[in-house]
């Protein structure tokens, strides 16, 4: 199985997210948008892995305190099949506690995850034609997009008829707010 770790989004993000890459999307020659069920913010990617059991026994003794995620600036990865164009979040301590924590227990259990910086980001299109569209000037006028963060989940990934489905498998979720 194709696993990752993530904070899932709450029904009415995903549908401000959908809004706001259809409006990109109108813009642009080409781009792929992501599928409205499956915005997430990703913790860790695992890859492929057998251990599903086991990263569920890693998130249920895993503990951390709610809180309050802003998205509000517009990017870019540049790539050469078409640039992906992501919603990035606003700095945010106790997330990079979350990731920071979660890295760290994942790798004492043996499994290799990224070394790169966290870029905590929500993509919203892929393989965009995205030539002559100013992201950071179309972002300026955005507002911020918030959700409170109350649990971590477990998801598996997988093509079905040629698209990606990303199943929760296992949720764990986080303590008392502190916003």
Same mark, same amino acid.
């Given at each position: 199985?194709?696993?990752?770790?993530? *904070?899932?989004?709450?029904?009415? !993000?995903?549908? @401000?997210?959908?809004?706001?890459?259809?409006?990109?999307?109108?813009? !642009? #020659?080409?781009?792929?948008?992501? @599928?409205?069920?499956? /915005?997430?913010?990703?913790?860790? =990617?695992?890859?492929?892995?057998?251990?599903?059991?086991?990263?569920?026994?890693?998130? $249920?003794?895993?503990?951390?305190?709610? =809180?309050?995620?802003?998205?509000?600036?517009?990017?870019?990865?540049?790539?050469?099949?078409?640039?992906?164009?992501?919603? $990035?979040?606003? #700095?945010?301590?106790?997330?990079?506690?979350?990731?920071?924590?979660?890295?760290?227990?994942?790798?004492?259990? $043996?499994? *290799?995850?990224?070394?790169? #910086?966290? @870029? #905590?980001?929500?993509? !919203?299109?892929?393989?965009?034609?995205?030539?002559?569209?100013?992201?950071?000037? /179309?972002?300026?006028?955005?507002?911020?997009?918030?959700?409170? *963060?109350?649990?971590?989940?477990?998801?598996?990934?997988?093509?079905?008829?040629?698209?990606? *489905?990303?199943?929760?498998?296992?949720?764990?979720?986080?303590?008392?707010?502190?916003?």
């Amino acid at each position: 199985m194709r696993l990752f770790i993530a *904070v899932d989004l709450d029904e009415e !993000l995903k549908t @401000r997210l959908d809004e706001l890459s259809a409006a990109i999307e109108r813009q !642009l #020659p080409y781009a792929r948008r992501t @599928r409205r069920e499956n /915005y997430h913010l990703t913790l860790a =990617f695992i890859g492929e892995s057998t251990r599903a059991g086991e990263l569920m026994t890693l998130l $249920g003794g895993f503990d951390a305190p709610a =809180f309050e995620l802003r998205f509000s600036k517009l990017g870019r990865f540049k790539r050469a099949g078409g640039d992906v164009l992501w919603l $990035g979040a606003e #700095p945010c301590p106790p997330l990079l506690t979350l990731q920071k924590r979660l890295a760290e227990a994942l790798r004492a259990q $043996g499994f *290799v995850i990224e070394q790169r #910086p966290f @870029r #905590p980001h929500l993509t !919203l299109l892929r393989e965009a034609a995205a030539q002559g569209f100013d992201e950071r000037a /179309y972002g300026a006028s955005l507002p911020a997009f918030t959700q409170t *963060v109350r649990g971590v989940s477990l998801f598996c990934s997988e093509r079905q008829a040629g698209r990606l *489905v990303y199943t929760e498998l296992y949720r764990r979720a986080l303590g008392a707010a502190h916003v």
